[in-house]
C-alpha cells in the first residue's frame, strides 16, 4: 500500500478505503464518459482494477479523487475513470493522481493506454501521445468518450448497417442504379428512423 500526504489531502492506493458510492455520485452524474454503466457494473470494475487509487481529505476521509488501472501486471495497463470533484480542482490533485498511478508504483515501467476528450495537456506531461500508425483498435457498442455536450458514437451494429448503406449509396450512383439506390434510400430512412446520421 502507497499513501502521498499533500496540502490537506491523502493520495492512496488502497483498494479497501475506496468509497463505491462516492466514485458512483461522480461517475454517473457528471462524467462525460461510461454513463451506460449501473452501479453493479461500476462495483465490478473496481473490484476487478489491478490497482485504485484514491484522494481523500484529511479532515473527513471523504473521497474527492479517483483512477483505476486494467493491467496485465506485466507490461501493459489501461488508465480509466479518472477525475477530481469540482471544488477540489486547481490544486494539482490530478497531476499527483496520475502521477500515483502511473510512475509510483508497480505499473512505472508499463506500456499505459487511455482515452481523453480533452485532457490531452494534462495526460502529455506524463508521457502520453497519440497512438502510432501500427496501434489499432476496436471500439465497443458502449465504451464512450464523447465530449460533454455530443451525442455518443455509434455503436457496431449500427457501424455496421452505416457500411452497408453506404456500399448500396455508392452502387446506385454506378452503373447498378436503380435496385441499389431503391435500397439506399430504405437504407438511409432507416438510419434516419434509428437517429445515426447516414
Ligand atoms: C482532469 C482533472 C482530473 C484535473 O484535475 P485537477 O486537480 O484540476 O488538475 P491539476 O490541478 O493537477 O492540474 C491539471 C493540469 O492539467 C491541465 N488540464 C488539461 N486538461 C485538463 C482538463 N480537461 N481539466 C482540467 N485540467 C486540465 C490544467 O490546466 C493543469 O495544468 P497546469 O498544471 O499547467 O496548470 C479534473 O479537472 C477532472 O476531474 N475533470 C473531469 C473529469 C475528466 O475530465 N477526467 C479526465 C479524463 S482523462
Not at 449501473?38 to 465490478?44: H, K, Q, T, W, Y
Request: aromatic letters at 10%; proline letters at 5%.
Amino acid at each position: 500500500m502507497r499513501a502521498f500526504d499533500v496540502a490537506g489531502y491523502v493520495v492512496a492506493d488502497a483498494a479497501e478505503r475506496v468509497d463505491v458510492a462516492a466514485v458512483w455520485q461522480f461517475l454517473s452524474t457528471q462524467a462525460y464518459w461510461g454513463r451506460w454503466r449501473r452501479r453493479e457494473d461500476l462495483a465490478a470494475q473496481v473490484r476487478s482494477a489491478w490497482r485504485v487509487v484514491g484522494v481523500y481529505r484529511c479532515d473527513s476521509g471523504a473521497l474527492v479523487g479517483f483512477a483505476r488501472a486494467v493491467s496485465d501486471g506485466v507490461s501493459l495497463a489501461y488508465l480509466a475513470d479518472v477525475f477530481i470533484t469540482p471544488g477540489h480542482r486547481g490544486r494539482g490533485l490530478g497531476k499527483l493522481l496520475v502521477a500515483v498511478m502511473i510512475d509510483r508504483g508497480a505499473g512505472a515501467g508499463f506500456h499505459w493506454l487511455l482515452h481523453t476528450a480533452d485532457a490531452h495537456s494534462m495526460c502529455a506531461g506524463f508521457g502520453f501521445a497519440p497512438a502510432n500508425p501500427t496501434s489499432m483498435e476496436r471500439p465497443g457498442d458502449r465504451r464512450t468518450t464523447t465530449p460533454p455536450g455530443q451525442p455518443p458514437p455509434v455503436g457496431r451494429a449500427r457501424q455496421s448497417f452505416r457500411r452497408v448503406h453506404r456500399a448500396f449509396d455508392t452502387l446506385g450512383r454506378g452503373r447498378f442504379s436503380a435496385g441499389a439506390g431503391r435500397l439506399a434510400a430504405l437504407g438511409k430512412a432507416i438510419l434516419l428512423r434509428n437517429k445515426v446520421e447516414p
